[in-house]
């Protein structure tokens, strides 16, 4: 079965700004590399988790496989089609095909207009075949599809309701044209967490019943899990590894994945005392270079070989002098580390010590 | 973001913006009033001299004639047919009588400075005879004139229209019938003074005095459509009169309507146009901003008072035009403000949602951009009304606007080509520089309310 959306190597860089003087000096460019060289694959009815640090790049990654941004190189193919150069009928029709839902609920709706409008407004451009009235009803339907009662909402303004309404308000503005896939960007890591749960319930119930494929972007690994059906980890604009969730977070094999499951919080409450080792070293350790400060500015391109060099606890030479390539390690489950190209062993004992 | 009710609940909790409103109220009821009370001929006529003649010329406004400050000048007053008139009719040998009789109550200290009796009489064939009679408090009555009406020149032989005037030789000559009545030596060639003065001594007789207009039909379809006493006065209206007679109280209400008129338009149209291309501007971005831009700041450092003297001249004065003129050097900086706002609010998520829902570019930017710039919108609507009216008023005191609608800038224009200030006459000068600041002080109140709770960073501590 072919997948439902696939992204082939795509990269954008960003440039920085040069100063007066920089520029007079003739300066090189910087750039950063949000997204660098970046390829996923979408199955239907599938949920792909995208996680990382915050500017890892999964939010620009999201954007262009939501056609938001024009990548720089690369390629993005949905249902079957190279979509990158879309414009005009053909884009409408892909829009009408992938909806977003934000992070921030609180500025993802229009304040101007009732919520009944609100979700409407997608059947407004793309169903012309039905009348208002149908597409009303449609509307009500797709706010009773994610629990909300439309007869006491619809005609509300967005400041009258709640935050965990309100992101299901733009989940059901996502639903209401029956989407094939639904790209998600961080939905809950602003609401509470007693409505975590309830939204992600949600979330898995719409993919059972419509068929719906989710990209969920999250920094979260512990909602992660709950929801998803294959993860891809990022670091500084690459995928660092990629593979069933399962096997993912239960046997991590990059270090920086390892760091990411240290730090999910503790969900017993005994052990809230205890303290936790994180495998990370913060950007100011020893062994980092000069050029740090534009490391730390996210400027990165000047770095040789593999990005995570510097925060890496089991850094070998050859890190720094050549970049790893994602490579298969076992069935589907891929990895971007010399540790399991060069000597596969030594870092599954340390992992384990 | 703020809502409609929260802005109308502040606005009318800011008194500056109430008393704006106040003012702005009485100006629209002004408006109203000049639409329904006062006869639309008044406005299309206001510079043909011909529609002015009862008027006086250069009169003070009545309300300066007190009789504290001195003598009690004489109010000028215009009686007619057949508002004014009692008519009783009789008939004498085949002969119709119509008489109109004209009460004048005149207690004033000075004599008129002349009289007029205009009348109308349409007749058959033989002219009528017009008798006029004046009943003065002392009981004594005065013939004045006894002659048959000559046929009015301009409407050929069947009407006599025209007026008898206080100069006319026929006048002193029945008057001088009279010079026995009087102890001391009067003067039949000034009627007005002899009609009005006390036979003992030479002093105004005040009282009530009655015009007797005796028309003498010969013909059985003869009918008398016009009659009346106009006395020449040195004081007139609410508002006084200019020099060329017209009465300045029917010009200011005038003025109102169309201040109105042309502040709302030129703002209206210049907040909409520059709100919709800033916008534009704003949110496409890249070279279609940068153009657009381009040109907005050309506009921008365009001189405005030569170029607007310059279109007057050389395309035509009529207020449309004018307005226009105006629109085209209005936009530019409400442009440059939504353009900016624009920048900010094409970033908000829910924008980029509704692009990535697939809605058009010019939809996001009624439907979803515009909106949450309705409320500077109407503030902004509000602060550029003065200037669109002093730019009228400014053309018309140079003498380029439009020279057939009577408009305060106007009424200046005329006043100062006058020499009005340095004559002293005052009214004329005073009002409709006070109506323009206070229509322009009304606006400047409404826009600073609306845009203090628009924008609450500019609130005043």
Redesign the interface.
Known sequence: MSSLLEVRDVKKYFAVKRSFRQIFRRAQNHYVKAVDGVSFSVERGKVLVIAGESGSGKTTLARIAMKAIEPDSGTIIFEGQDVTEYSGERLKHFRSRVQMVYQDPYSSLDPRMRILDIVREPLDIHDRASSKSERTDKAIRALQDVRLEPAEIASRYPHALSGGQRQRVALARALVLRPALIVADEPVSMLDVSVRAEILELMRDLKERFQISFVYITHDLSTARYIGDNIAIMYSGKIVEQGPIDDVLLDPLHPYTQALIDAISEPNPDNLHVEKKIRIKGFSSEGADEGDDDIRGGITDQITGCQFYNRCLYSMPACKAKEPALLAVKNGHSVSCFLYTQTSTVGSEERTG | ?ISRRQIVEEFRRSRAGMAGAGILAVLIAMSLYAAIAIPLESFRQWNNPNYWVDYPRSAAPSWTNVGILGPKAPQHIILSYPNDASVSRSSLNGINLVTHTYTVDFDYDSYPSDFMLPYDVKYGSTPPILQVDVSRPDGKTFRIYYFSLPPSQSTGGNEASARVFSSDPKVSENLRNYYGDFKYQQDASRPEIMIFSDLQHSAVLKGKYMFKETFYLFGNSDAVEKSGVVLGGKVYGLMGTDESRRDLAIGLLWGAPVALFIGLTVSIASVLIGLVYGVIAGYKGKRTDEGLMRINDVFYSLPTLPLLVIMSVAIGRSIFLITGFLVIFGWVGMAKISRSLALQIKN???V?????????DIRIIF??II??LLPLTFASIAISVPAAILGEAGLSFVGLGDPSIPTWGQILHDANSAGAAASGVWWWVAPPGFMIAITGLAFVLIGNALDSIVNPRSKKI
């Open positions: 973001m908000l998520q829910y980029e949602a509704a692009k990535l829902m697939g809605q058009s439907k979803h909106p949450q």
